[in-house]
């Protein structure tokens, strides 16, 4: 991972930032979610979802005045795209074509269109520090619409394909994930890599904001820019942590607005 400031030099403070959600994913909370987000990123039916869900989905955004994206990842439903499977530069390209075109077709038939793209689960963490499938992604989103935002972690291999192909990139942090001293996410097999509490995530989404750091596992203060904050819609609290969450940031002084209102 590469830092993008430091613990003495922190990101500066925003006072405003996106909030994201993983949608269309069968979690059951999409419409009591979807207004509470300003940027959905929904399910293209390889991990989740179908056409159905993607129709649905895409009528829940565009009710709420919610900005639309393609959130694509492997296709392994039993693992929810979560398992890290062998992926070839082109495999990943393919999948992300793929699914950005479906969802894109289906947007286009409500006379929508998609805003940004950010890939799920394991194919997030592969392009995440792996340059070369990073630079196919990038490519692949390209190719499918150039004014596409990608969405990326902080620091990580993505944003820095997505900035060399000639696309907006938004740096990417998590209000319910815990971190490492390296800016990555603490994997999902490590006890606490998930933030249990509504308490704890709200705090750390605060801080992110105001100091532009988090509290990696162990203490470490650890430099985390970020453009969007992203709330699971399948963790347990989701709903609730949505809640709190635009309160919270209301009562620090911070908006909420979509990506595409202020990355140039």
Same mark, same amino acid.
């Given at each position: 991972?590469t /830092?993008? #400031? #430091?613990p003495?030099? /922190?990101a500066?403070?925003? $006072?405003?930032v ?13 419409a ?9 990123? *929904? ?9 159905? @869900? ?17 959130? /694509?990842?492997?296709?392994?439903? =039993? ?8 992926? @070839? /530069?082109?495999?990943?390209? @393919? $999948?992300? #074509?793929? =699914?950005?075109? %479906? ?8 006379? %929508? ?12 963490a !592969? ?5 070369? *499938?990073?630079?196919?992604i990038?490519?692949?989103?390209? =190719? ?6 990608l969405?990326?972690? @902080? ?24 971190y ?8 999902r ?9 509504p308490?704890?995530a709200?705090? =750390?989404?605060?801080?992110? $904001?105001?100091r532009?750091?988090? +509290? ?14 992203? !709330?699971?819609?399948?963790g347990?609290?989701? +709903?609730? +942590? ?19 209102s202020?990355?140039?």
């Amino acid at each position: 991972m590469t /830092p993008t #400031s #430091s613990p003495t030099n /922190p990101a500066p403070r925003r $006072l405003f930032v996106d909030i994201n959600a993983d949608l269309g994913e069968g979690a059951g909370s999409d419409a009591e979610l979807m207004p509470l987000v300003t940027s959905a990123n *929904i399910a293209c039916g390889a991990h989740a979802g179908d056409e159905a @869900s993607m129709r649905e989905a895409v009528s829940l955004a565009l009710r709420h005045g919610v900005a639309l994206g393609a959130h /694509p990842g492997f296709a392994d439903r =039993q693992n929810f795209g979560r398992r890290e499977l062998p992926v @070839s /530069p082109a495999g990943a390209a @393919s $999948l992300v #074509s793929a =699914q950005v075109g %479906a969802l894109a077709l289906i947007a286009a038939g409500s006379g %929508a269109t998609l805003t940004h793209v950010k890939p799920h689960g394991a194919l997030y963490a !592969i392009a995440s520090r792996d340059r070369a *499938i990073a630079d196919a992604i990038a490519g692949a989103v390209f =190719q499918s619409d150039p004014r596409l935002i990608l969405v990326g972690l @902080s620091g990580g291999r993505l944003l820095e394909a997505g900035r060399a192909r000639g696309l907006r990139v938004a740096s990417e942090a998590f209000a319910d994930r815990s971190y490492e001293p390296d800016g990555s996410l603490t994997p999902r097999g490590i006890p606490g890599a998930l933030l249990a509490s509504p308490g704890a995530a709200l705090e =750390q989404a605060v801080r992110l $904001l105001e100091r532009g750091t988090v +509290l990696a596992r162990g203490g470490t203060e650890v430099p985390v820019e970020a453009d969007t904050l992203c !709330i699971h819609g399948d963790g347990p609290h989701a +709903l609730e +942590l949505a809640r709190k969450l635009r309160a919270a940031l209301a009562a620090a002084g911070f908006g909420a607005r979509p990506l595409a209102s202020f990355l140039r």
